[in-house]
């Protein structure tokens, strides 16, 4: 076996540990994306029937002190689960965009 | 009693339970957001980690074919749970720029 075999070898088996090591990452990101798409179907459920009560009830659609109090709250807990709280803040008004969307979508119907 | 007092206070029973019910989906809303933000949290432990030895094998940053097979997945998981697929995938094209955004930040430590 010359040198430089074995130089190859040991390159494909670290490359082959790196690899497994992805896979591994990649199913629990997999894993960890199925439960979010399902937490947030869920959430649309909720966020769409509050959506009917405040058409029933002529409620404005936004609520800026709600908004306020969501946003005080998911940066915290963000916080604590070490995750940029100002990511946390991008992703809930992403998700707020969304929820308007719909809102108006069911005032509109 | 007169009429009018009978209807305001049919009125202010009614205002009642809508807020009520409010307050009970505003709670689902919070539990369900507190539970998304872990799984975000836990889902950069992973990326993070994959970014590590991404830049350790000198592996590019973005990955196109792994990123339209998670998109395709995400949006067949969507449809099953009654979500947009649309959103799901925006909502995943939201998570991976963040994520790159991380990888770029690694690679330049």
Redesign the interface.
């Known amino acids: 076996m010359t040198e430089s075999t074995a130089a190859a070898r040991t390159d494909q088996d670290?490359?082959a540990h790196?690899q497994e090591?992805?896979a591994r990452?990649?199913g629990?990101?997999?894993n960890?994306?199925?439960?979010?798409?399902?937490?947030?179907?869920?959430?649309?459920k909720?966020?769409q029937?509050?959506g009917r009560?405040k058409a029933?009830?002529k409620?404005p659609p936004a609520d800026p002190a709600?908004e306020k109090e969501?946003i005080e709250?998911?940066r915290l807990?963000?916080e604590n689960?070490?995750?940029d709280p100002a990511?946390?803040e991008k992703?809930?008004n992403?998700i707020i965009a969304?929820v308007i969307r719909h809102h108006e979508r069911i005032a509109g119907e």
């Open positions: 670290v490359d790196a090591e992805l990452l990649r629990s990101i997999d960890i994306d199925a439960a979010i798409v399902h937490m947030l179907a869920e959430r649309f909720c966020t029937e509050v009560l029933e009830f409620l709600r969501q709250r998911l807990l963000a689960a070490r995750l990511f946390a992703f809930l992403f969304e």
